[in-house]
């Protein structure tokens, strides 16, 4: 026996799935290196953290001493010593000894109650509301800490409060909401010494077989899924359009392929995906490509937007997470197969984009059709702005007025290709009808463009040329989203 030390995090993964847990200790070289998008939650994570920190000007915060993870011996003697003087203490570190193993935390915020020798303990998360996985990650922590010694009064998860507007410099105190889950986490307190036992003896043992499930999305998605889901058919019935759960009782059930799903067990649209892949061929739907056609007037406008939706708002009268648009792209068709005239605007600064992108928006002539693809989010930024900006409403209401989406036909599964394996996002439907995708791009989706921007525009000491290239990054992908809804409206005017 090894008598594992488990962190928060490794329980926080038993919890989720054994395989995962047993992985991260005995094999960990088959897991994948962190993306960029998972690695910009962590340092979203981080900033939100440090933020917190100023509530407690007079706080003390214990280094973590190692170079790649916390020097556990070390932590923990720096924080008995800080414990010592009764101020608040941020990274304090415990260790509990536990059936099988040790329990290791480092606790976000530790508050001493004034006239008592307890502590508060204060747990701090970049979302926007207490979740169930939180509950377990301070019930552990808060089991950990009393294991040591310590005595705690209040239990309680810090998160962001999204009805805050930043007017001037960012206010902690406004920013952040506390929920107060002594007693929630205190009930789960009880079982967690269990499960400790259960996830160090799954540590110790053989390697678990486990099936995939919805714990490989849920509560985040699993660092192993791509691992674990690398045998499954090309067209498995996780790509079921609107399955959701549904796709993992066909698996329990030995269903794996869509192509073998009972119709009893399917509707509308999940029909016309399985005859799809039956048949191996594009279903179309000539009517409802004739009356998206006939709904358009020329010149048409087809747009696409880029935006980042920060935990922190960057800019005066902007919230927690709100779509902030930075950029965007026009291909301007004036009649049907006509070439397209390309117009494009992007923020280069770390100026507040909206006002300039405003400007450059007012090219949009007062005729012809606005086109987006799934263009709920283009009407959102539409409506956000006019708000914002009253001056500008009057032109931000016309252009919401003629927008039409030129994802309908796809959306209601009127026009579908086995090839878009359920899904109807450009990035689906484009190579599915074209044969070409967003391959060779050195920026391929809306989320990579946002941190990509963040990082040109904020990253101290960026050289010149990593900026530049970033830059030339963004205009190359956000024009090739526009450029891809022509491509697609001249496929769907070949289908009639």
């Not at 329990?103 to 303990?121: F, H, I, N, Q, S």
């Not at 009393?146 to 239990?155: I, S």
């Not at 990082?455 to 830059?471: C, H, N, T």
Request: some cysteine; proline content about 7%.
């Amino acid at each position: 026996m090894t008598h594992p030390t488990i962190s928060k995090s490794k329980f926080l993964s038993g919890i989720q799935c054994p395989l995962l847990l047993w992985t991260q200790y005995n094999d960990r070289g088959i897991i994948p290196p962190t993306n960029a998008g998972t690695q910009y939650i962590f340092d979203m994570g981080h900033s939100v953290g440090d933020l917190a920190k100023q509530l407690w000007p007079n706080g003390v915060e214990v280094p973590a001493g190692g170079a790649d993870r916390p020097d556990l011996d070390a932590t923990v003697a720096t924080t008995r010593e800080y414990l010592k003087k009764r101020k608040p203490i941020f990274e304090a570190s415990f260790v509990s000894d536990e059936p099988g193993g040790r329990r290791y935390v480092r606790a976000d915020v530790m508050l001493p109650v004034l006239g008592e020798d307890r502590w508060d303990l204060v747990e701090v998360k970049s979302s926007t509301r207490t979740k169930d996985v939180n509950i377990w990650d301070v019930a552990f922590q808060a089991g950990a800490i009393e294991g040591a010694g310590v005595k705690l009064r209040r239990l309680s998860l810090m998160h962001i409060n999204t009805s805050y507007v930043r007017h001037g410099p960012i206010e902690p105190a406004r920013l952040f909401a506390t929920d107060d889950i002594t007693d929630l986490a205190r009930n789960r307190m009880r079982d967690v010494p269990r499960m400790f036992a259960e996830y160090a003896a799954t540590i110790d043992g053989p390697k678990p077989v486990v099936p995939i499930g919805a714990h490989c999305v849920s509560p985040y998605t699993c660092a192993m899924k791509d691992v674990c889901w690398n045998h499954l058919p090309e067209h498995h019935v996780t790509t079921m359009v609107r399955a959701g759960k549904k796709a993992f009782d066909w698996v329990e059930r030995g269903i794996h392929d869509v192509a073998d799903i009972p119709n009893r067990d399917l509707a509308g649209s999940q029909r016309v995906q399985k005859d799809a892949v039956k048949s191996g061929r594009a279903v179309i739907d000539q009517k409802a490509i004739h009356a998206l056609l006939d709904s358009l007037e020329y010149p048409l406008w087809h747009l696409d937007f880029e935006s980042v939706n920060p935990a922190v708002p960057l800019f005066n009268g902007t919230r927690p997470f709100q779509q902030v648009p930075f950029q965007f792209s026009l291909h301007v068709e004036e009649a049907p197969g006509a070439e397209p005239e390309h117009i494009e605007f992007l923020s280069v600064d770390s100026n507040d984009p909206r006002p300039a992108l405003l400007e450059a928006l007012s090219q949009i002539g007062p005729y012809g059709t606005v086109l987006a693809f799934n263009a709920t989010f283009e009407s959102q930024v539409l409506a956000t702005l006019g708000m914002t900006f009253p001056e500008w409403k009057p032109m931000t209401d016309d252009l919401g007025a003629r927008l039409r989406d030129l994802a309908d036909p796809f959306r209601t599964f009127s026009v579908y290709h086995p090839g878009q394996k359920g899904s109807y996002s450009l990035k689906s439907v484009l190579p599915a009808l074209t044969g070409a995708g967003y391959e060779g791009l050195a920026i391929a989706d809306g989320q990579a463009a946002g941190r990509q921007w963040l990082q040109a525009v904020y990253k101290p000491g960026l050289p010149e040329s990593d900026r530049e290239g970033i830059f030339e990054g963004l205009r190359a992908y956000c024009g090739k989203d526009t450029g891809a809804m022509v491509e697609i409206l001249e496929v769907l005017r070949g289908m009639i």
